[in-house]
């Protein structure tokens, strides 16, 4: 199993951009698959972008998708999470997640059971 802590989160106005970091002990992250999640108050955890291990492909939700990045520096064993353009409804707390499968379909991607390791999560707030 992996170690993951995420970092970076905060408060940010509407429109602004937050970079989010996965630091990971234990496993190196080159062999793991990592995925995106977030949980906002009175919701359910939701998917918000993953990367296979190779680094490819990615995979983003539609909430997301075009204002998110996501990206590794196996050297450093951190995978990052950069949003721009940020929105209210992205307020939630944010994980970081491993997963030992390749990841390489976006139904694979986005279920939150193919992960064996996740973080203890980022509060993210955004003011509007």
């Known amino acids: 199993q992996v170690q993951l802590v995420e970092s970076g989160g905060g408060l940010v106005q509407a429109g602004g951009s937050l970079g989010l970091s996965c630091t990971s002990s234990g496993r190196t992250l080159s062999s793991s698959s990592m995925g995106w999640f977030r949980q906002a108050p009175g919701k359910e955890r939701e998917f918000v972008a993953a990367?296979?291990?190779?680094?490819?492909?990615?995979y983003y939700s539609d909430s997301v998708k075009g204002r998110s990045t996501i990206s590794r520096d196996n050297a450093k064993n951190t995978v990052y999470l950069e949003m721009n353009s940020l929105k209210p409804e992205d307020t939630a707390v944010y994980y970081c997640?491993?997963?030992?499968?390749?990841?390489?379909?976006?139904?694979?991607?986005?279920?939150?059971?193919?992960?064996?390791?996740w973080g203890q999560g980022s509060q993210v707030t955004v003011s509007s």
């Open positions: 997640a491993a997963s030992r499968l390749a990841l390489f379909t976006s139904s694979q991607a986005i279920t939150a059971k193919n992960y064996d390791s």
């Open positions: 990367q296979s291990w190779r680094g490819a492909p990615t």
